[in-house]
């Protein structure tokens, strides 16, 4: 699928950007919270290089912009956790925290982007405190974060919070489509909403969002049984399914909670509408809380199959008591 470029704002963040740019205030400790896959990265980046920036325009053609360009800018930073970890280690923040300290090498402040940031362990975390707290005069230190809530409150308390919520549906087709995506609704869907994860999914997740759709409709009316259910998903790439079950839940969430999209023609949004119609909101939210935490569990042979079995043992459940 061919890229945008990745210095263009998404449309769905013009009015966020225009915003922020215009901020004679902006925090100098940013907490950038939303769903995975809607943008947030690619606007930290490019704040960061509104902030180095000579022209302080992210012009794309000074030195400095240059530099970002090239992915070699000497005042940029960024940490996050490194594949097969789950945790940002004390070690990563204390070399930030250091790099924070030097003088600016082009004269126009340092930039300090921290992805996962909830992913931080908690020496980490509270090593961070006092650049956050504190910190030095020209610096700006952007935290990009999935799941606000899990990060330190001391963390969250020093940082102004920006919020990116899922854009809407319309706006997520638009880019697909120009993103050339061969099934934009279908991706859309099945990435939650998020136009970013749904231009990163490929044939084999689409089929696997699509069985896992058809799954939850069957148990849901009767015509499947949770544990046979269970039987047939518990041989799939597991941390696959369960990302593709969460989204999906993700936006059959968003579409009970905003009614406009009732009326919409798009036989995907009608699909999880009706998966949903009736049923407890509290308990879907539940039920999606587990499958998040349940993602860590599917290492085991043995407990992915528990781990099936109550995912579809509770859909059943929560199907039955339908009001
Ligand atoms: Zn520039």
């Given at each position: 699928m061919p890229s945008l470029p990745a210095s263009e704002i998404l449309p769905w963040h013009r009015q966020l950007w225009d915003v922020l740019a215009a901020s004679p205030r902006l925090g100098h400790a940013l907490l950038l919270a939303g769903?995975?896959?809607?943008?947030k990265t690619r606007f930290a980046a490019a704040l960061g290089q509104r902030l180095l920036c000579a022209a302080g325009t992210?012009?794309?053609?000074?030195h400095s912009c240059r530099l970002l360009a090239a992915d070699n800018h000497p005042d940029l930073a960024r940490c996050g956790p490194v594949a097969g970890k789950t945790e940002i280690p004390i070690d990563d923040v204390r070399e930030l925290t250091a790099f924070l300290t030097l003088a600016s090498h082009l004269g126009h402040g340092r930039v300090v982007i921290i992805e996962?940031?909830?992913?931080?362990s908690r020496a980490a975390a509270n090593a961070l405190l006092k650049s956050l707290e504190?910190?030095?005069?020209g610096t700006h230190l952007l935290l990009i974060s999935h799941a606000p809530g899990r990060l330190l409150p001391t963390v969250r308390s020093r940082c102004q919070r920006v919020d990116f919520p899922v854009p809407a549906r319309e706006d997520g087709l638009a880019y697909l489509q120009r993103a050339g995506c061969a099934h934009p609704a279908a991706a859309l869907t099945l990435a939650g909403g998020a136009p970013l994860r749904a231009a990163a999914l490929t044939a084999a997740d689409l089929q696997i969002g699509e069985g896992l759709l058809k799954a939850l409709e069957e148990v849901r009316c009767g015509h499947l049984d949770a544990l046979a259910a269970a039987e047939e998903w518990h041989k799939i790439d597991g941390d696959k399914a369960f990302a593709n079950l969460a989204g999906l839940l993700a936006h059959a969430v968003q579409d009970t909670m905003t009614?406009?999209?009732?009326?919409?023609?798009?036989p995907q949004v009608q699909r999880l509408h009706k998966l949903v119609i009736g049923l407890d909101l509290r308990q879907i939210f539940c039920f999606w809380d587990k499958i998040l935490d349940d993602r860590?569990?599917?290492?085991?042979p043995l407990d992915r199959r528990l781990v099936w079995d109550e995912v579809f043992l509770t859909w059943q459940r929560m199907s039955s008591q339908t009001t």
């Open positions: 769903p995975p896959g809607v943008g992210a012009c794309g053609r000074c996962e940031a909830e992913r931080l504190e910190p030095p005069a009614a406009s999209s009732r009326d919409t023609a798009d860590g569990l599917l290492d085991a």
